[in-house]
């Protein structure tokens, strides 16, 4: 069974740096791919990052680029997002997800987690 917690979100002030942290509370979850999605007040679901769990491969946001870092474990199936000189345009929930498809730049996942919000103060 498949079930994602996230963890690490909360209120920091713009520049600061947070860490989110997703596993499967379900147990050991085996995935080729993980990855990170976020979501704004009134704008549509965006991918962030994605990291194939294989080969260590990763796909990063233009507008994110530089500033944040995927990282995965194949055997423990968990995956983290360091997040760095974070903005105001950063303030999402942000979505851990899994399994799917990881292909050109672009992720399908199977699994999502609940969500976690981000909030980035001026």
């Known amino acids: 069974q498949v079930h994602l917690v996230e963890s690490g979100g909360g209120l920091v002030q713009a520049g600061g740096s947070l860490r989110l942290s997703c596993a499967n509370s379900?147990?050991?979850?085996?995935?080729?791919?993980m990855g990170w999605f976020r979501q704004a007040p009134g704008k549509e679901r965006e991918l962030v990052a994605v990291?194939?769990?294989?080969?260590?491969?990763?796909d990063i946001a233009d507008s994110v680029k530089g500033r944040f870092t995927i990282s995965g474990d194949s055997a423990k199936g968990t995956v983290q997002l360091q997040m760095n000189s974070l903005k105001p345009e950063d303030t999402a929930v942000y979505y851990c997800?899994?399994?799917?498809?990881?292909?050109?730049?672009?992720?399908?996942?199977?699994?999502w987690g609940q969500g976690i919000q981000v909030t980035v103060s001026t």
């Open positions: 997800a899994a399994g799917g498809t990881h292909y050109a730049g672009s992720y399908s996942p199977d699994f």
């Open positions: 379900g147990g050991t979850f085996v995935s080729w791919a």
């Open positions: 990291v194939s769990l294989s080969d260590g491969d990763t």
